[in-house]
Nanobody
Framework: VQVVESGGGLVQPGGSLRLSCVAS????????MAWYRQVPGHDRELVAR???????EYADSAKGRFLISRDNAKNTVYLQMDGLKPDDTAVYYC????????????????WGQGTLVTVAS
């Protein structure tokens, strides 16, 4: 199983981007899908998370501007980012809790390689 992000790039302040992350290899089950971001010299921080059950969670900085959604049939999670600010500039990482096969025990964590989002005029 591999987790691969796409959709990053350069955008002007106030603009929008949509990130995508897909888990390849036909995983049996995906419990949580989440987006994190990291700025050089800082810890990686949670942006948004969605589980199979319950409501999505958002960091305070993302509330009202970002929307996380998942397509279970495609093993994909999206992050729609609107009203982008220069402070949103970071490498965005996708993280999934995956059970590869039906007989597998605990879920395993998978991280993508990251996609760079730059917000600048």
């Amino acid at each position: 199983v591999q987790v691969v992000e796409s959709g990053g790039g350069l955008v002007q302040p106030g603009g929008s981007l949509r990130l995508s992350c897909v888990a390849s290899g036909s995983p049996h089950d995906i419990l949580t899908m989440a987006w994190y971001r990291q700025v050089p010299g800082h810890d990686r921080e949670l942006v948004a998370r969605t589980t199979k059950f319950g409501e999505p969670e958002y960091a305070d900085s993302a509330k009202g501007r970002f929307l996380i959604s998942r397509d279970n049939a495609k093993n994909t999670v999206y992050l729609q980012m609107d009203g982008l600010k220069p402070d949103d500039t970071a490498v965005y990482y996708c993280r999934m809790e995956i059970r590869r096969t039906e007989g597998e025990g605990p879920y395993s964590l998978y991280w993508g390689q990251g996609t760079l989002v730059t917000v600048a005029s």
